[in-house]
């Protein structure tokens, strides 16, 4: 199955550019994966917060496929550690379907028509992060992960 990781609009920081990068690559060596960048609202000005999530959650709904497993990173789902995170990995992994997708939401959160979609819901924290930053978060949780299903030595325990 092809993870993507998806995420509205781009990232500022060069560090966490770099970061993510780093990440994204090494996870190629893994399985077959993509960072997917939605872009921003472009009339976002002067909408509603509840306006501007709905928008970004119509364009996201365009791209998914019936087939596609989403996965919102939402601060309600649940947590993990590393371990039990490389589990449930696992087990989205073997689930029939062509493609997983995690989801990062732009600075409002997410559509209720999200919500509804939506698989399952992982939280990373019980502490609010950018969504820029969470990026970096996630990608390298996601290395994490497969690097403890195949027993390599990059997760200490």
Known sequence: MKVEFWVIGK???SYLKQGTELYVKRLSHYLPFQM???PD????KGMKPIQLKNKEGEAILQKLKSED???LLDERGKS????AFAKYLDQLLMRPGRRLIFL??????FSEA?????QGKLSLSEMTFSHQMIRLFFVEQLYRA????RNEPYHNT
Do not use: H
Not at 104 to 109: H, P
Not at 146 to 149: A, F, R, S, Y
């Open 41 to 44: 609202v472009k009339t976002s």
């Open 69 to 71: 497993l989403l996965i």
């Open 104 to 109: 990062v939401g732009g600075a409002f959160g």
């Open 114 to 118: 999200l919500y509804q979609r939506a």
């Open 11 to 13: 990232t500022n920081e």
């Open 36 to 38: 997917v960048v939605i």
């Open 146 to 149: 497969m690097t403890i299903l």
């Open 80 to 83: 993990f550690d590393s371990v």
